[in-house]
C-alpha cells in the first residue's frame, strides 16, 4: 500500500477548505493512521469542525457531532437499551459514537460522567452497554475540541483521560493572506461543498495497516524511551509521561514516516511529533508554573539533553 500517495491525495482534498495549516492536518491524519485520537485546544471559529468534515468527506465516512453540555448523559454519547412493546426485548439504539469521526465539541464543559463514557470506546473502539459489548465501525476517531479561555462551568479534563488522546494540538489564526483567500473561496458558496471522496474506508484501513509495517531502528527505539525518562526526572515537572507516551511516540513515529514516503522512521520523525504527542501528558511542579514554565519550554530542554542516535544508510 502506498501510504504516501493515499494520504496525498487526502491532504490536498482538505487543503481545499483548510487553509494555511498542513502541519495541523497532517497531524491530524497521522493520528488517524496510528488509531488515536485528537485533542483540539482552540478559540472559538477557527474551523475546527470544518477539518473534521472535511476529513470525513475526503474520506467518505461518516461524522456525528456531540455538543458536549453539563446536562449531557452517557446513555446520549453511547445509546441505550429502549423496550419495544411489540416484541416485548429491548433493542439497543446506538448512540453517535457509531460512526467513523466522532466531533466532541467542547468536551470540558460535560461531566465527568459523561466524559468517562468515552474512554472505552477511545481505548478500544467498543462500547459495552448493559454487559453486551458492540463493536465500532472503523476506522475509528475521536476529534474533541475544547475553549482555553472561557473556564466557568467547565469540568477539566483529568489526567487519565488526557492520556487517552494520541495528540493535542491548536489550529491557530489564520494569516492575512490566507484568511482572505478563506473570504474568496466563500463568495458563492461554502468551501465544503466543493470537495468529494478521494479515498475509501478500506483505502484508509489499509494504509494505517502499512504504517504498522514501518521499520524503527534500535537506536530510535532507545532514543524514544530516553526522551520518555528523561520527563520523569526533570526537575520542573511534578509528573512525567507513562510508558502510554512511548507507545505513541513509536506509532506517531510510524505513520509520520510512512506518509513521508518512507519505510523506516528517523530521529527527525520522533523530534516532529514529540510536542504534539507528549505536552498534554507532563504535570509541572506548581513553582513551576508561577514561573510561567511551560512544558514546551521542558520538551525543548529534554530535546537539548538527550543526546540524537547517528543512522547511515546500512543501519536502516
Known amino acids: 500500500m502506498d501510504v504516501a500517495s493515499t494520504v496525498k491525495k487526502i491532504l490536498g482534498n482538505v487543503e481545499k477548505v483548510i487553509l494555511g495549516k ?30 473534521a468534515r472535511a476529513l470525513a468527506k475526503s474520506v467518505g465516512c461518516t461524522l456525528k457531532r456531540v455538543q458536549c453540555t453539563p446536562d449531557l448523559l452517557p446513555s446520549d454519547v453511547t445509546g441505550t437499551s429502549i423496550f419495544n412493546q411489540k416484541t416485548s426485548e429491548f433493542e439497543f439504539r446506538r448512540g453517535p459514537v457509531f460512526t467513523n469521526i466522532l466531533l466532541a465539541d467542547e468536551i470540558n464543559r460535560t461531566t465527568p460522567r459523561t466524559q468517562a463514557a468515552l474512554l472505552e470506546a477511545m481505548a478500544e473502539s467498543r462500547v459495552t452497554i448493559d454487559g453486551e459489548t458492540h463493536e465500532l465501525d472503523p476506522p475509528f476517531l475521536v476529534l474533541a475540541t475544547q475553549n482555553p479561555i472561557d473556564h466557568e462551568g467547565t469540568f477539566p479534563l483529568p489526567e487519565a483521560q488526557l492520556d487517552r488522546f494520541l495528540m493535542k494540538f491548536s489550529l491557530g489564526y489564520p494569516s492575512v493572506e490566507d484568511e482572505l483567500k478563506m473570504l474568496t473561496a466563500s463568495r458563492k458558496q461554502h468551501p465544503l461543498e466543493t470537495i468529494e471522496a478521494v479515498v475509501t474506508k478500506e483505502e484508509l484501513r489499509a494504509c494505517q495497516k502499512a504504517s504498522r509495517s514501518v521499520k524503527l531502528h534500535e537506536k530510535v527505539q532507545r532514543y524514544i524511551v530516553e526522551l520518555v525518562h528523561a520527563t520523569r526526572r526533570h526537575d520542573q515537572l511534578l509528573l512525567g509521561a507513562s510508558p502510554r507516551a512511548s507507545l505513541a511516540l513509536f506509532r506517531t513515529s510510524q505513520s509520520l514516516a510512512a506518509i513521508l514516503g518512507r519505510n523506516y522512521v528517523l530521529p527527525d520523525d520522533v523530534k516532529r511529533v514529540l510536542t504534539p504527542v507528549m505536552a498534554h501528558r507532563l504535570i509541572l511542579r506548581p513553582e513551576s508554573r508561577l514561573r510561567k514554565v511551560t512544558t514546551q519550554d521542558v520538551l525543548d530542554d529534554i530535546l537539548q539533553e538527550v543526546p540524537v542516535p547517528m543512522l547511515d544508510e546500512a543501519t536502516v
Open 22 to 51: 498542513r502541519q495541523q492536518v497532517v497531524f491530524s491524519l497521522v493520528a488517524w493512521l496510528s488509531e488515536g485520537h485528537v485533542l483540539m485546544e482552540d478559540v472559538p471559529g477557527v474551523a475546527k469542525t470544518m477539518l
